[in-house]
């Protein structure tokens, strides 16, 4: 394996062929859905990042904070939203696991940016879409900078060609990396917050 | 290296750096780290001290909440102590909210749902226990749900100043009560009378050879109630020296000195927003701490007992009006010298007035309190501002009412333009439950007056 496809997740050709950038591309298969579901994702972040920095955004509606005022109903939010995380690296089993590659891998790409869509709702109901303070505020940001850069991978990733190496799989590289890195981040803060909700 | 190895050790070291931080913060004094959430007002200048109310892996107990709060509560009888819902009677209330721990009601780094009072339930309810209260007092049918704690009418600790029988019973006091004054502290009496101290002057002063003594210092302190108890430089100056046991001198004295002798004040003075970081082992508190405006000049100035008191003067009256207007500069603070109360200060001071008639910033956030103390009625003040100020009729009972009538005191609490500009003005409404407790009374027959 060379290093160019080191950190490339594609591996089946596509069908249609499209213009990306002056190069001449070839859209990979399901990239239409992936491609809406990813900017819908980027939206979704968007709205939630602007929500938690902002002191006036509406929120839950009187009587919704139940879910906020016992612990145990956040655990129950908490733990959930650990779980579609955890689901969602099911992606990465598919690419990296030969004994998980079954199934087309732009399926598994489009349950893996739904699963980011669902975590998103989940992290509103878990935090209030409040981004709290302190370790609660780093593990927002790392969470939101999660799905940022996977939902711009996506998009991107949706509008890389099959063939050549153009400008944009450089960037889908970067963009991979960055939601990488920003996984493993938010996997060391994760298990602080965890610790800290118990230890204190 | 191929790009995947770097990349795979660079996040690992990243990892490691960012894992070795955080341990290392959680295992450090300083924890601020780990604060989800602004604290509230009444926890924040103790927020540091995260074992004051946290045991590591068991949250926070009732315990914790009682060490503080346990003395006051115990005071005002408390209405919903945890001891209460022993009763079986109350299991399908508390399964819907488990009145018998402190947290749940008072969650702490909850802002968004924090309301007033540092209460995180939402304001209707006292309705998963008290659904029924229709039934029983149909004056109530039509009421709000989310007011029984909001309109003045109820609290869920502190009912002391709204029980029925005390409010039939001051019903008819008129707007002013005809002896105005205030009970006179007696500690320098109770002290003399129990020790017989001769008075000291200048030239008995008692501090160290090699200690230069300012003679206009030792002249002020010869014009204390300090010096005339007998009580010498060396009594405050002298401390312990933890390394070999010896006292030795030490030219400023901490509130621990002062402690010794005033042990009442100084109970409420660490108990109380101005040393509650004290008592904690914290630095003392700063006006640059401070949530409340304050005076920008007066931002580094620490608290202690002196801060108030100064270091030699121990004048109580500016203790009881400049030294809380040197740092306090809220609306309210600001109102004062344009108050009635401020003019019955200023006519004490000029001797116009009887002593205790004047109304100082003390007088009502620092109030005298009485109790026995080996047989004779000690007049102390309860240095523990929080003491009388949440709920707002708690200060009625103990301030208000010794000047003024009940429907008076309670309509002017319950006014926030009077709050503001320091009560320069009347009350703009009469309190509804005093209006519902006139009718019932005279619907049925007069309730026995409650002793308390």
């Given at each position: ?17 499209g ?140 509008l ?14 970067i963009?991979g990396g ?23 | ?10 996040t ?44 590591p ?61 540092d ?71 109770y002290?003399t ?28 302190w ?15 100056h ?54 409340l ?49 401020f ?16 109304v ?6 620092l ?12 007049v ?59 009718k ?13």
């Amino acid at each position: 394996m060379n290093r160019n496809q080191t950190f490339s997740i594609y591996r089946r050709p596509s069908e249609k062929m499209g213009t990306m950038g002056g190069f001449k591309t070839r859209p990979r298969a399901g990239s239409k859905p992936l491609l809406i579901a990813s900017v819908g994702v980027l939206m979704l972040v968007a709205l939630i990042g602007v929500a938690g920095m902002s002191a006036s955004w509406p929120r839950f509606p009187e009587g919704a904070d139940y879910l906020w005022r016992d612990g145990f109903r956040q655990q129950i939010s908490g733990y959930a939203l650990v779980t579609v995380c955890l689901l969602a690296l099911g992606l990465s089993l598919r690419k990296r696991w030969k004994r998980c590659a079954w199934g087309r891998l732009s399926a598994w790409r489009l349950v893996h940016v739904l699963l980011g869509c669902l975590s998103l709702a989940l992290l509103g109901l878990h935090t209030g879409f409040e981004r709290g303070r302190n370790l609660n505020e780093l593990l927002w940001l790392a969470f939101l900078s999660l799905i940022l850069f996977g939902a711009l991978t996506g998009i991107v990733a949706a509008l890389e060609g099959r063939q050549g190496r153009t400008a944009v799989s450089r960037g889908r590289m970067i963009l991979g990396g960055a939601h990488l890195l920003s996984f493993w981040v938010l996997a060391v803060v994760l298990f602080f917050h965890i610790l800290t909700v118990y230890y204190f | 290296l191929s790009a995947p190895f770097q990349f795979w050790v660079g996040t690992g070291l990243l990892l490691v750096l960012i894992s070795g931080y955080l341990t290392f913060r959680l295992f450090s004094s300083d924890q601020r780290l780990f604060l989800p959430g602004e604290t509230t007002a009444g926890h924040y200048q103790i927020e540091l001290a995260c074992g004051a109310c946290h045991t590591p892996f068991r949250g926070v107990s009732n315990e914790a909440c009682l060490q503080c709060h346990g003395e006051q509560l115990k005071a005002v009888n408390d209405s919903h102590a945890p001891g209460k819902f022993a009763d079986p009677r109350h299991a399908a209330g508390l399964s819907k909210l488990d009145a018998r721990r402190c947290v749940s009601c008072h969650l702490e780094h909850r802002p968004a749902i924090t309301r007033p009072g540092d209460v995180t339930q939402p304001a209707d309810h006292c309705f998963h226990c008290h659904s029924d209260v229709v039934r029983d007092r149909p004056s109530h049918s039509g009421f709000d749900p989310q007011g029984c704690a909001t309109a003045g009418c109820h609290n869920y600790h502190d009912n002391t100043a709204l029980y029925e029988d005390f409010l039939v019973k001051h019903l008819a006091e008129p707007e002013r009560a005809s002896n105005r004054v205030v009970v006179q502290r007696n500690f320098g009496t109770y002290f003399t009378t129990r020790h017989k101290p001769a008075p000291l002057s200048a030239e008995e002063q008692n501090a160290p050879l090699d200690v230069q003594v300012d003679p206009a210092l030792a002249l002020e302190w010869e014009t204390t109630a300090h010096a005339r108890a007998g009580v010498n430089c060396s009594d405050c100056h002298m401390v312990a020296d933890g390394a070999n046991g010896l006292n030795r001198w030490t030219a400023q004295p901490g509130w621990q000195g002062c402690r010794d002798c005033h042990m009442d004040e100084a109970s409420g003075f660490l108990a109380g927003r101005h040393g509650m970081r004290l008592e904690r082992r914290l630095p003392p508190m700063s006006p640059d701490l401070a949530r409340l405006p304050m005076n920008a000049a007066a931002r580094h100035r620490e608290l202690t007992c002196l801060s108030c008191h100064g270091p030699h003067q121990f004048d109580t009256r500016q203790a009881a009006v400049e030294s809380c207007l040197g740092c306090h500069q809220d609306e309210h603070s600001l109102a004062y010298r344009g108050s009635p109360h401020f003019q019955l200060w200023e006519a004490e001071l000029r001797g116009e007035g009887p002593a205790g008639s004047g109304v100082s910033c003390a007088t009502c956030h620092l109030p005298r309190e009485q109790r026995k103390l080996g047989g004779t009625d000690l007049v102390t003040v309860q240095h523990n501002q929080n003491f009388n100020l949440r709920p707002k009729e708690s200060m009625m009972r103990g301030v208000c009412l010794s000047c003024h009538g009940l429907e008076f005191s309670f309509s002017a609490l319950l006014d926030p333009g009077l709050l503001r500009n320091n009560f320069r003005g009347r009350p703009t409404r009469t309190v509804e439950t005093l209006n519902m407790v006139e009718k019932r009374l005279s619907e049925s027959s007069p309730s026995k007056p409650n002793p308390q």
